[in-house]
């Protein structure tokens, strides 16, 4: 049935608009904006103001200081922003990547949640004055919750995935501990827009990206990770999540693998993550290694975090092998331990498209 002209308008309109106005200061940290936003509603944040910092010629706005080579010792929030820029996150996870706001931007939020702002600096930085920023929320109209079936996920595909990964010489090492279903380019996109990057994948390629990152005044955080193999051959993708001056002995990263089988036809990656704290000495050489969180479970979960900051989620669920991994060693020798419970993450894009309310369909 046809609607009005009139009402069909109003169906498509924005329900409401709110505004709100604060003042944010160097010592603020992430200041509270009282603003929550729903998935798809539109932020137009404006700022206006001064800082001066102790070491700076010259006053910046909210656009931040230009970038510098003395920005590479620095560890900002934002390392594509300069130092003193205007940002913004949604949330207070651990996860939750922030964005440029500048002196303006115009965006639609990913996700719910509660919108915070901060200054981009390092917590060393001293800086004297503050911004007035100027935020105006538009509610998206809302349409009914579609409920998205997603094919089920079988014990006997989860079973033909090898609980754990192994070094180039066979010994075991980190727990599979996620899996993805999504085309190559989902998965990828997924993970650029949650803020991982692909590391380097030789010492060459971190010589010459970090020569042109030096050049262009931005932090190097894609450091190479070693080799690791399953079903047979080497991680197909690492990827990291680094503090950029930290990068050598902290880090978030996994290494992902595409599954030889399929899910009624989508394409399924085994994912092994863990996170670097520190240095550890390698027991099959004495040599030095990273030495990972041996709560392991802290990352899968921290991987699954910041995917849902993306709105590319259409479902996340825990499954659990027939013979899961709960206590072992790495390659290296570290001790970790598990749940033993496995990550499933289903990209936007498969069948039914993406929706908060997805299920899950039985088994055939």
């Known amino acids: 049935m046809k609607c009005a002209a009139l009402v069909c308008l109003l169906l498509a309109a924005p329900l409401w608009a709110q505004t709100r106005e604060l003042d944010v200061a160097p010592t603020d940290g992430w200041a509270d904006t009282s603003v929550d936003v729903k998935a ?5 944040i404006t700022a206006t103001g001064q800082l001066q910092y102790v070491n700076a010629a ?17 560890v900002l929030q934002l390392n594509d922003a300069g130092r003193g820029a205007l ?31 901060a200054i981009n600096q390092s917590a060393f930085d001293q800086g004297a004055g503050s911004y007035h920023v100027t935020i ?4 998206a109209a809302r349409a009914a919750p579609v409920n998205v079936t997603v094919p089920f996920f079988p014990k006997s595909l989860l079973d033909t995935i090898p609980t754990r990964v192994s070094d180039p010489n066979g010994a075991p090492g980190d727990r599979v501990n996620f899996i993805i279903i999504g085309s190559q380019e989902q998965m ?4 650029k ?3 991982w990057v692909v590391v380097d994948r030789t010492q060459r390629e971190a010589v010459l990206s970090g020569l042109f990152a030096s050049l262009s005044k931005e932090a190097y955080v894609t450091l190479p990770m070693s080799e690791l193999h399953l079903f047979g051959r080497p991680q197909d993708f690492g990827y990291a999540q680094a503090d950029p001056l930290r990068v050598v002995a902290s880090r978030h990263h996994f290494r992902i693998w595409k599954v030889p089988d399929q899910l009624d036809g989508l394409t399924v990656w085994a994912g092994a993550g863990t996170h670097d704290i520190g240095f550890d000495r390698d027991q099959r050489n004495n040599g030095i290694t990273h030495r990972i969180d041996p709560d392991t479970d802290g990352e899968r979960d921290y991987i699954r975090d910041s995917l849902m900051q993306t709105g590319l ?3 996340a669920a825990y499954v659990t092998p027939t013979d899961p991994v709960r206590e072992a060693k790495t390659a290296t020798g570290s001790s970790f331990h598990s749940d033993g419970r496995t990550l499933l993450i289903y990209l936007a894009g498969t069948p039914g498209g993406a929706s908060s309310t ?7």
């Not at 940002?87 to 949640?113: C, H, M, N, Y």
């Not at 990828?188 to 993970?191: K, R």
């Not at 997805?358 to 055939?364: L, Q, R, Y």
């Open 136 to 139: 105006a929320r538009t509610a």
């Open 313 to 315: 989620v259409v479902k």
């Open 87 to 117: 940002i913004g996150r949604i949330g207070s996870s651990t996860a939750a990547r922030p964005f440029l706001i500048g002196e303006q931007v115009t965006t639609k939020a990913p996700v719910d949640g509660r919108l915070y702002v």
């Open 188 to 191: 990828q996109a997924a993970f």
């Open 58 to 74: 010259q006053p910046n706005g909210p656009a931040g200081l230009p970038r510098g080579f003395a920005d590479l010792t620095r």
């Open 358 to 364: 997805a299920s899950e369909a039985p088994p055939k």
């Open 40 to 44: 798809g509603d539109t932020l137009q």
């Open 193 to 195: 827009a949650a803020g």
